[in-house]
């Protein structure tokens, strides 16, 4: 599989920080983005790739799986098991964000309603605040809709 270095980095440092990933893990799911068509990379191709341990590559492996970063699967003809990128992540990841936005703003309602207040700068703040929650919790689930 061909990818670019330079924008290999780049997504390793994006995705480890993004994800809290180690760095093996922000490897492995950065070089999966390259497999376009979702061919697969085995484990043992992930241990020669990146020159690492068995269980380094094990353990990072089984991390993306649990977090549903990616998948696994056999082909029929093989016993090994090849891994590629959950198609459905992004969508996880943003169902997991409006969870988020709407806890938090769900609580700032009560911490508004608890303290009542009459300053009519402070409650203009907490309205422009949780209209911004809102549009964007609004606008994140158009977008999954339509995907």
Known sequence: ME???DIFREMVKFYGEAYHLPPLAAKIYAYLIF?????GVSFEEFVEIFAA???SVSSNLNLLLNLDIIKDFTKIDERKRFFV???NYMKIRFREIIDKMEKELSILNKLSNYRNSTDATAVRKFQTYQALFQKNI???QEM???V
Do not use: H
């Open 53 to 55: 341990s068995k269980s």
């Open 85 to 87: 990128m959950n198609e």
């Open 3 to 5: 990818f670019d270095k």
């Open 144 to 146: 999954l809709d339509q």
């Open 35 to 39: 497999d376009f068509d979702r061919n």
């Open 138 to 140: 609004d606008n994140i």
